[in-house]
């Protein structure tokens, strides 16, 4: 129940089940779980074109392009290690490899969860529930450098990233990631629909 306590009891009640369902897994160490879809839309600025390309660099954490209609998937898997989880995303693509996406969900630092992104990155979370889903916002980004760790001043982070979990029905959701810069607006927005697979091969704790 590592979501229900950042979010509270009562705003935890207010989710749909199947939201609760999904962010109360707890999977046994090494096991994973894994949702299926396809990115919907894809939108980005020139500069947000850019800053996604200069973030190969730490191992490519945003969309590379402006593809829609190809396959995705996301797989979760329990860290034993860290009490977290690895997210893995893999984006298909017209032509070539598919994109494939790795960070590392924490529950730590001072909002209570952080995502560690490469290269030593990483962002701070805030976690809020709604009528539909939960909604994660950065609220602001560091850098570790061995056993240091450095807040990145405004000036330099990328703008406001927020991402929605909206439930759908049906065993359906909707992910949607958005970054917002506060001068030049939103520089990228990616829009994907998944849904649910058979939990034959999971291993949840009790």
């Known amino acids: 129940m590592r979501f229900r ?3 509270g009891a009562e705003a935890w009640d207010r989710l749909p089940r199947a ?4 962010f109360a897994k707890r999977l046994l160490p090494g096991r ?5 879809g396809q990115v919907m839309t894809c939108r980005m600025r020139p500069l947000g074109w850019l800053l996604a390309q200069a973030c190969r660099l730490i191992g490519s954490p945003l969309p590379l392009g ?27 693509r017209p032509r070539g490899f598919p994109q494939v996406i790795h960070s590392a969900k924490r529950f730590a630092g001072p ?23 939960i909604r994660f916002r950065s609220h602001h980004y560091f850098l570790c450098i061995g ?19 909206e439930d759908m029905g049906e065993g359906s959701f909707a992910f949607t990631l ?19 697979q058979p939990a034959s091969q999971q291993e949840v704790q009790p």
């Open 5 to 7: 306590a950042l979010l």
């Open 19 to 22: 939201v609760r369902s999904r």
């Open 32 to 36: 994973s779980v894994g949702y299926a």
């Open 66 to 92: 402006r593809d829609s209609g190809m396959a995705a998937v996301v797989t979760v898997t329990e860290d034993g290690a860290s009490g977290g989880q690895v997210w893995t995303r893999m984006y298909a």
């Open 111 to 133: 909002t209570g969860l952080e995502e560690y992104l490469g290269a030593g990155f990483g962002i701070a979370l805030t976690v809020e529930a709604s009528a539909t889903g």
């Open 147 to 165: 056993a240091l760790r450095l807040r990145l001043p405004r000036w330099i982070a990328p703008g406001a990233l927020s991402i929605d979990h």
């Open 178 to 196: 958005s970054l917002r810069h506060p001068l030049l607006g939103e520089l990228i927005r990616q829009v994907g629909h998944f849904h649910d």
